[in-house]
Structure formats: structure tokens, C-alpha cells
């Protein structure tokens, strides 16, 4: 029995010897930063400002939804970071009767413009509508616009 521990321990001892030299091969691996030389601006924090045009509400045909289509343009001097509106709508007498959210993932990027759609299961009673706009860092304070400039390497992208 004597001989049997013996043999344990030395493989153990050699095991966890053979196991500490591979993590110390590893640790020695020069490690390069996934960002190195990108510059990186952070995300607004705070009251963001964006222009928006009058949203499009239309309903989906074959679907019991209305459909709201809002494009935004960051005016704002640094990324908006998940931008979100969220859609109220009442009946005449000013109740609550629907609601929906639409998201831009990621950020929105100054002077970029995207579409925001809002999708909401129809009711009878829809007879008005708001829109509360925040972002991850803070809220928003949209204005509204009649026409939108798209940045230039935009415009010649959809060109192509």
C-alpha cells in the first residue's frame, strides 16, 4: 500500500509542476489591446439634443399594428448611446389605451441620421399620440424639423 500513495504523489506532484510551467509559458505572451491606435470618443451624458422630422404613422396592412416611422439626426457634440422614444397614445377623453418603443441599438453618432419604427397593436380608441424620447446617459430634447441634411458620406453610400 505504501508503494501506491507513493506512486499518487509523484503524479501528482508532476502533474501540477507539468500544469504551473504551461500557465507560466502563458503568462509570459505579449498581450496587444483589441483598441490599440483607434481613437474612441465616449457617449454623451446628459440632456442629448436631435432633430426629428414629423413622424409617419400608418397601419400594417394584414396586421392588427400602426406603424410609426420617426428619423432622427444627432445634433448633439458627442454619441448618443442606445436612443429610445416610446409612443403613448389616448382615446378622446385622454386614457391611456396603447403603447409601443422603438431603439436605436448602439450609438448614433453626431450628425448621423437614422429611422426609428415603432410598432403598436391597434385600437379603436387611438385618437392621439406623444413621443418621449431618452437615451442610455440621460434624456433627450428633440426639434422638430421640416427637411434634414444626411451627411455627405451618407448621401453618396445610398448613391451606389
Known sequence: ????????????????MFAGAVVSAQSTQQLTPVLAGKKITPPFKGEATIDILQPVTKPIPG??????????KNTAPGPIARLMVA????????????GGRGVINGF??????????IETPYNAKMKSNNWNFTHANGTVKPNKVKSMDEPAAAAAGAKK
Open 1 to 16: 500500500m505504501n508503494r501506491v500513495h507513493v506512486a499518487v504523489a509523484a503524479t501528482l506532484i508532476s502533474t501540477s
Open 63 to 72: 396586421k392588427n399594428l400602426v406603424q410609426t416611422t420617426i428619423k432622427v
Open 87 to 98: 409612443e403613448t397614445w389616448y382615446d378622446g377623453a385622454g386614457a391611456i389605451v396603447a
Open 108 to 117: 448614433l453618432q453626431p450628425g448621423e441620421v437614422q429611422t426609428i419604427t
